[in-house]
């Protein structure tokens, strides 16, 4: 098993930055890749970036290009996920995930077997 623990979720104004952190405990050697997806009330979750460190690369969607920053330490098992020029749209509930199978594209929630509780990021406008 996988636990993730997220943090650095919280308030803040359109145009404002934040940084969202996660790290792994337990099985961690069987990871190949993290990443991060968000939920809005009444939305499906939606993917937003993921490292694979299986084939060394990183992925964002592209909702979020030139605006977020997926970042990935394999030997601490961590990923944080720089957030800029936050738009009120980009309010939701952000989860760290985690997955231990070979996935050349690691955008679909599906393919993630261990899942963070969430941290809040809300953006006033």
């Known amino acids: 098993q996988v636990q993730l623990v997220e943090s650095g979720g919280g308030l803040v104004q359109a145009g404002g930055s934040l940084r969202l952190s996660c790290a792994a405990s337990?099985?961690?050697?069987?990871?190949?890749?993290m990443g991060w997806f968000r939920q809005a009330p009444g939305k499906e979750r939606e993917f937003v970036a993921a490292?694979?460190?299986?084939?060394?690369?990183?992925y964002h969607a592209d909702s979020v290009k030139g605006r977020f920053t997926i970042a990935g330490d394999r030997a601490k098992s961590t990923v944080s996920l720089q957030m800029n020029s936050l738009k009120p749209e980009d309010t939701a509930a952000y989860y760290c995930?985690?997955?231990?199978?070979?996935?050349?594209?690691?955008?679909?929630?599906?393919?993630?077997?261990?899942w963070g509780q969430g941290t809040q990021v809300t953006v006033s406008s």
């Open positions: 995930a985690a997955l231990s199978v070979a996935v050349l594209l690691p955008i679909r929630p599906s393919d993630y077997a261990y």
């Open positions: 490292v694979n460190w299986s084939a060394g690369s990183t």
């Open positions: 337990g099985r961690t050697f069987s990871i190949n890749a």
